[in-house]
């Protein structure tokens, strides 16, 4: 069985910053694409950053230059630094780990981490 669970979101005033983690645990073989979504009220779940395991990554235009994706492969985990916050930023943030295990490859979604930028 394997678990993906976020922490670090919270309030916090514009212009802020928050660094949320992704603590993937289990039978995992691998962790391979971890990435961050977000989903705010009354919208569809948007793609925020993605990053392989060798270190590439992918951003959204809206957050490019203000959130950093990353990860420890030795742990499992993945972080996302979020920097200049803006109201617009607020939302649920998702983790979603690609993970090989002993059944295979499939791809598990954190539980999500409230995040609220106050303007």
């Known amino acids: 069985q394997v678990h993906v669970v976020e922490s670090g979101g919270g309030l916090v005033q514009a212009g802020g910053s928050l660094r949320l983690s992704c603590a993937t645990s289990?039978?995992?073989?691998?962790?391979?694409?971890m990435g961050w979504y977000r989903q705010a009220p009354g919208k569809q779940r948007e793609l925020v950053a993605t990053?392989?395991?060798?270190?590439?990554?992918n951003y959204a235009d809206s957050v490019k230059g203000r959130f950093t994706i990353s990860r420890d492969n030795a742990k499992n985990t993945g972080y996302l630094q979020m920097n200049s916050l803006k109201p617009e930023d607020t939302a649920v943030y998702y983790c979603n780990a690609d993970i090989l295990e002993g059944r295979g490859r499939n791809a598990y979604w954190g539980q999500g981490t409230q995040v609220t930028v106050s303007s």
């Open positions: 289990g039978r995992i073989f691998i962790v391979a694409t």
């Open positions: 990053i392989t395991r060798g270190g590439t990554t």
